[in-house]
């Protein structure tokens, strides 16, 4: 047997814990055990000798999280049969949906070159032809409602979640829904709208206090936006969970604090959560805004973002807003590298990459013919971080699966690919046993069962 080269060990007075990538689990294991597995696993000791004082409940544990493979397992391999298990998938199918590309924002960093749109009703039942030719070989369907401002074109939305429910309960299928959303028209009646038709999730932008939230996030003509986001959140948390994302660059990070203080004292902890999001500008559109924002020179490289976002995930579990969390492992990492998923424009257009939303050269076909979609869709089932040599030498991996397939095919983008596991995994662990230790009951015989600890890498958008 040989240790996992996904394992990121960290030792303490109680235990030694060990986190695996491949499974996203933590285990804690007695110091004494941890030193016999080390003998073990260095050949240090003779192949059979049985007293390496590894004990059979410990290594069973180890196997089990896969933090102990076989000496012939080829790890890689294992990954990439996984990435290609998910890429193809097709029991599962997944839209992103633009009801509207227009927006009430105006968002200095946005990638998207916005006009007024509003989902009509023939693009609607083709949304729905396209459902009901996947419906009778899926188990699961899932939809992000975007923009845009998705709220803008309520209307579609609501009519479309309706005709959802109704075909999925038929058919027996699975149906989960969620929503991108600026959150100014969140409001008490929205929300209860929205829960009705199963969206159960809404991710919400707010980039700090209220003089710098009204800078990076005013509304179209000028205007404030803060409270009216924050009255709607109250409503929010009592009808779905509630992500809040803080878009953050070298510009307003020095003023999260002040956000998350705001946040507790309205009363938030325990009902959301805050997390860090990188602005990127993107320069593949040259009619979006956020073209002309990073030749402002304030946005963080991935290096940067991923110190600021272990800084402000700390921040935010001090406020109670969180435990700060691992990522799980994944097959592959978003829409754009997955066969039987697709983003619908307001006009019907087809995307693979929401970072592609609004950006004519990035069209790879119309909903009214989805089977029939043009090459640059082969690009993106093409991407394989396995042909990088970065990649597959890092330990992060198996939680990003090479990160954003966007970036990494773009030169200019090409450093931005990755999630921030790569850069801080180790303060990452320690930071959780630490956090963990104060309330996790001793194990029975001195160790833990693999517990799942985190949640994706998520990869934040400015919509």
């Not at 391999?77 to 998910?86: H, N």
């Not at 199963?198 to 939230?213: C, I, M, Y």
């Not at 205007?223 to 878009?247: Q, T």
Request: charged share 25%.
């Amino acid at each position: 047997m040989k240790q996992s080269q996904y394992n990121v060990w960290v030792d303490r007075p109680d235990g030694a814990y060990v986190y695996n990538g491949v499974t996203g689990t933590l285990l804690r294991i007695p110091i004494d055990e941890r030193v016999a597995l080390d003998r073990l696993t260095s050949g240090e000791l003779a192949a059979g000798a049985y007293d390496h004082g590894l004990s059979i409940a410990t290594a069973d544990r180890l196997v089990r999280g896969r933090m102990m493979v076989a000496d012939d397992t080829d790890e890689l391999d294992l990954l990439r049969a996984r990435y290609e298990s998910s890429r193809h998938n097709m029991s599962s199918f997944g839209l992103t949906i633009l009801t509207s590309l227009g927006c009430n924002f105006d968002c200095p960093y946005c990638f998207e070159a916005k006009h007024p749109s509003i989902l009509s009703p023939s693009v609607e039942a083709s949304v729905l032809r396209v459902l009901d030719d996947q419906l009778p070989r899926i188990d699961n369907f899932h939809v992000t409602w975007f923009g845009g401002e998705p709220l803008v074109g309520k209307r579609p939305l609501l009519a479309l979640s309706d005709a959802f429910v109704e075909r999925c309960d038929a058919a027996g299928v699975e149906y989960e829904a969620s929503i991108v959303t600026n959150g100014y028209l969140l409001t008490e009646d929205t929300c209860r709208e929205l829960a009705d038709r199963r969206v159960d999730a809404a991710q919400v932008g707010l980039d700090g206090p209220p003089e710098v939230h009204n800078r990076m996030r005013p509304l179209v003509g000028g205007g404030d936006s803060f409270w009216r986001i924050v009255e709607n959140l109250h409503h929010a948390v009592e009808h779905m969970e509630v992500v809040v994302r803080v878009n953050i660059d070298s510009s307003n990070v020095e003023a999260t604090e002040d956000l998350l203080r705001i946040l507790a004292d309205e009363g938030f902890p325990g009902k959301l959560v805050v997390y860090p999001g990188h602005i990127m500008g993107m320069n593949d559109n040259a009619a979006a805004p956020s073209t002309s924002y990073r030749a402002g020179h304030t946005c963080f490289t991935s290096e940067e973002f991923a110190a600021a976002s272990f800084a402000f995930s700390q921040l935010a579990r001090d406020y109670g807003f969180g435990l700060t969390g691992l990522p799980e492992s994944t097959g592959t990492p978003c829409t754009a590298v997955r066969a039987n998923e697709l983003i619908v424009g307001s006009d019907g257009e087809l995307y693979k990459c929401w970072d592609s939303v609004g950006n004519n050269r990035e069209v790879i076909g119309h909903i009214d013919d989805y089977q029939n979609l043009n090459g640059r869709l082969r690009r993106w089932l093409k991407y394989d971080p396995f042909s990088n040599d970065e990649c597959v030498n890092c330990i992060a991996l198996p939680v990003c699966m090479g990160g954003c397939a966007h970036h990494a095919m773009d030169i200019n983008l090409h450093e931005d690919r990755c999630g921030t596991f790569r850069f801080n995994y180790q303060e990452r662990v320690e930071d959780y046993v630490e956090a963990r230790r104060g309330v996790t009951e001793p194990a029975t015989h001195g160790y833990a069962e693999p517990v799942t600890v985190g949640a994706p890498e998520r990869r934040p958008r400015s919509a």
